[in-house]
Every structure is written in C-alpha cells, then in structure tokens.
C-alpha cells in the first residue's frame, strides 16, 4: 500500500492551495497528516462530526464538502471508510482541491506495485544468423 | 476651502462605504456546499439555520489546523 503519509506529502506539493490535510478513518482515528499529531486529532473530530451533521441534512449518501468561511475554507471527502479533510485559504479553486483530495485518497488506498524481478537475460543463440530477405515481397 | 472640505467628506463617506461592503461581502462568502453521490448539491449559506452548526464545526477544524 501507497504510505498515507507519502500521499499526503504529494497532496500538499501538488497542490498550491492546500495548506493542511489530514486522513482519517470512520471512528476519527488519524491515519496519517501534514500537522502535528494533537492537531490533526483535533480536525479529524471537527471534520467527523461536519460530515455527520450535514449528512442529515440532505437525505442521500453525502461524498464530499465544502465550508467556506471568511479566513479558509475546509474540505472533506469520503471514500468507503476513509476521509480526508483539508484546511485552504480563503477562496479556492473547489473542483482542483476536490479532485486532488480524491486522488490522495486513492493513492493512500492503492496497493503498492510489487518490485518486478530482475529479468533473466535472454541467451543468444550462437550461430545463428537473421534470414535476409529477399527483397523481392 | 470649502471645496477641500467636500472632496475630503466626499472620501471618507467612499471609504465608509467601500469598508461595509467589503464586510459584507465577506460574510455572504461564508457558506457550506455538500455534495452526493447521485452528483446533487445543496448549497448552505450562513444565514440558513442549517449552515451555523456545521460552520462551527468548520472554523473549529480550520483553528486546530492553523495553530
């Protein structure tokens, strides 16, 4: 698996307007964050509870959100069981931080490749020459 | 004289003015989006009674972020 911390590490090179992030599990347990560790706690509880209070609201399965307040705006995407919320300034660009936090979570979600064997070089033949063509096809 | 006093009346109230809509427009900036799945969104703004308890929750978060 993809290291919750690198994703996150990517997530905040990538993306300019992303100040913090934090990834989190359903019970608001902090798998991995950019800030300290009291910190992220601190906003994965927030988050949690924004995430459960709007999704009373609307009725349908909530993915994603948005509040914007005078001096930042938070963001929190769900995934299944994993969540990631992000701090950014006043503003943002709200499609390009939603679809870098939805690849963050996909990244911290992925298998990791496993290291491909070293391919045994072939053996060349000895004596053996390439038919030339004819030409004449 | 009296021209001076009416271009400088004339700018402080400008001011004013400018200093209380940007205020405003400030607070009518503060909303919450929410997204579903079946692609719908429902937009909170600040006025709405639904919108206050999930901004607390917000500026919370964004508090313990910036700290």
Do not use: C, N, W
């Amino acid at each position: 698996m993809t290291e919750p911390s690198t994703a996150l590490a990517e997530l905040t090179e990538i993306s300019s307007q992303i100040e913090s992030a934090v990834l989190f599990d359903a019970d608001g347990k902090v798998v991995a964050a950019t800030i300290p560790d009291e910190r992220a706690a601190q906003v994965a509880t927030s988050a949690r509870a924004l995430l459960e209070q709007a999704g009373q609201i609307g009725g349908g399965d909530l993915t994603q959100v948005e509040a914007s307040t005078g001096d930042g705006s938070l963001f929190v995407v769900k995934d299944g069981a994993t969540m990631i919320a992000a701090s950014t300034s006043a503003e943002p660009t709200a499609g390009l931080v939603f679809y870098d936090l939805k690849s963050a979570l996909r990244a911290a979600a992925k298998p990791a490749a496993k290291p491909k064997a070293a391919a045994k070089p072939k053996a060349k033949p000895k004596g053996t020459t390439r038919p030339k063509s004819s030409g004449t096809s | 004289m009296g021209r001076r006093k009416l271009l400088a009346l004339g700018f402080a109230v400008g001011s004013l003015l400018g200093i209380g809509l940007y205020a405003r427009r400030g607070k009518s900036s503060e909303r919450v989006d929410l997204y579903f799945a079946d692609g719908s969104l429902v937009s909170l703004h600040s006025d709405s009674p639904e919108a206050a308890p999930l901004l607390v929750h917000a500026r919370d978060a964004l508090r313990a972020a910036r700290t």
